[in-house]
């Protein structure tokens, strides 16, 4: 297929090809499944670097979903080229992350009210101080309604976005624990920082895989069934953060 013509450097599409309303997972193929599950009249919107990006309809209105790749400065690119060049006003990430508190189990969701982390990522805004990476907090209270009514157990807090999966420091999570950090993750912080920056919306919800304490993690299958209701989760704050 040839490669259209885009106001981008990494997402080949035309303004009008994407929703206003985006999910995002970090894998391109977490973003195929939503769009063949969830959406109906789905048109494949970018396929360079296989980063696939779909636009569908979840009951009578427009919502597009595309992989994120791993990391903040895969996050950052992505995000800010929605956002600035394609009219995107929310994005919600799905994603999966590693436990970290008591409380936290495999297969919860957790919605991240804010993110700590070892990214440098915001010292591009000299801002005069620590920016905090925050979500927006009506899509935050629509997802937790959303979680409430759907039975699914949610966990809200404050989640670590980590440039590290592989870390040197055998530490660095107990310290993460003590400061009541729910989970590891290695991309929210970028989301929101961006949005901040763009007067743009982001949230992001997160299914625990695997738990760095407890060293409990979810076979594929569980894994399929969890992430699901993260997904509908997603889609129906999505829904809901759209006019009309
Ligand atoms: O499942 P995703 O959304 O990719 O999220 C998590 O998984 C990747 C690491 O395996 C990182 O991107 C981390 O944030
Ligand atoms: O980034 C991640 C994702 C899942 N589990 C982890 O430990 N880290």
Known sequence: MAIKESPSASIAA?????AKAVLMPGDPLRAKYVADHYLE??????????????????????ISVMGHGMGVPSMGIYSYELYQFFGVDTIIRIGSAGGIGDDVKVRDVVI?????????????????????????????????????????????????????FYNDNPDAGAMYRKFGILALEMETAGLYWTAQRLGKRALSLLTISDHIF???????????????????????????????
């Open 112 to 164: 991240a009210l804010g993110a700590s982390t070892n990214s440098h990522f915001a010292d591009q805004y000299r801002f005069p101080g620590q920016l905090c990476a925050t979500a927006d907090f009506r899509l935050l209270r629509d997802a937790v309604e959303t979680a409430e009514a759907m039975g699914v157990r949610a966990d809200v807090g404050q989640v670590f976005t980590a440039d590290q």
């Open 41 to 62: 009249e789905v048109v494949c919107f970018n396929t360079v670097r296989n980063m696939l990006g779909y636009t569908g309809t979840y009951k009578g209105k427009r």
């Open 214 to 244: 407890t060293g409990e993690s979810l076979s594929a299958q569980e894994r399929q069934d969890s992430f699901h209701e993260m997904m509908e989760i997603a889609l129906e704050t999505a829904w809901k953060s759209l006019e009309g």
């Open 14 to 18: 035309e303004e009008s090809q994407i």
